[in-house]
């Protein structure tokens, strides 16, 4: 589903070159959860925006859902982005507009038309049992229910692919596990595969099937995760 092959991106600092990520290769199969670990400035976020070319990679190849993404013009990346859904930390919505406005976003961009986006807008938002705030606004919303609002948003184009930036990191356990709850269902469900970077082994244990170690850009080991133990 997404093929990264020996990719490198550096950022100009004041101290010179930083090299972020450097000559990582990986294969994201279909249908997987895969998660990336390691500690703060390993190199995660970045290789996660390499793989929707948010950043463009310096050397090496970028492929997704079959399609090379990495010297793709602007225009037609942006088309092909709608394969492929983000969420972030810090969830990142539009403060204001209301839920289903900003579920609706995306739509608005694809030029999808408004009586189909509004069943999309509501379908998503059950999806995500948040049916009952699409008026509200993002700051009525408590940390859980704006990720599961940023879930339905990422959900409207209906990607292939999920890329999930710390989704948990700014939630209590509970609410953790209740946000891993529906990333599970959208894998299961819905068939979408997702890559979620976080520094946190307990979110890894729970839902990936596999995760890949980052350390000071280089990509370390990608492993199976065992399931959980029976009873548990
Ligand atoms: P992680 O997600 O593992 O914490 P990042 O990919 O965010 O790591 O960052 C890796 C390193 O690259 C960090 O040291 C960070 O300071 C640096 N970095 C990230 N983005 C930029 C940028 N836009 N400009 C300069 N340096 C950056
Ligand atoms: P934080 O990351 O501090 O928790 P939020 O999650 O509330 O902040 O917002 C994250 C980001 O969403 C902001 O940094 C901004 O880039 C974007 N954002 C918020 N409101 C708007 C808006 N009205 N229009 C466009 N972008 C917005």
């Known amino acids: 589903m997404i093929t990264l092959h020996q990719v490198s991106k550096h950022y100009i600092t004041s101290s010179g070159p930083f090299h972020a990520v ?20 390993a190199g995660k976020s970045t290789l996660l925006r390499l793989m929707n070319v ?13 399609e090379e993404l990495t010297r793709m013009p602007e225009k037609r990346l ?25 579920v609706a976003m995306p739509l608005e961009l694809a030029g999808v038309p408004k009586k189909e ?4 807008v509501r379908e998503c938002l059950q999806f995500v049992g948040l049916a009952d705030k699409a008026e509200q606004y993002p700051a009525q919303l408590s ?9 339905a948003r990422a959900l409207a184009n209906r990607p292939a692919v999920l890329l999930c ?16 709850g529906v ?9 979408v595969t997702i890559v979620i970077v976080t520094h946190d082994m307990d979110v890894v244990r729970s839902i990936c099937t596999r995760v890949s170690e980052m350390r000071d850009g280089h990509l370390l080991s ?11």
């Open 222 to 232: 990608t492993k199976r995760v065992a399931g959980p133990a029976v009873g548990s």
């Open 22 to 41: 450097q000559s990582v290769s990986l294969q994201v199969e279909e249908g997987e959860i895969h998660g990336i670990i390691g500690a703060s400035g």
């Open 143 to 151: 940390g859980g229910q704006k990720q599961r609002v940023a879930i």
């Open 183 to 191: 990333l599970r269902e959208i894998n299961r469900e819905l068939g």
């Open 78 to 102: 942006r088309e092909s982005r709608r394969s492929i859904g983000m969420i972030f930390q810090h969830y990142h919505l539009v403060h204001n507009r209301t839920v289903s406005g900003n």
């Open 54 to 66: 948010l950043e463009r990679p310096d050397e090496g190849n970028v492929i997704v859902n079959g």
């Open 165 to 180: 930036d710390e989704p948990t990191s700014a939630l209590d356990p509970q609410t953790t596990a209740d946000i891993l």
């Open 117 to 120: 986006r509004a069943e999309r």
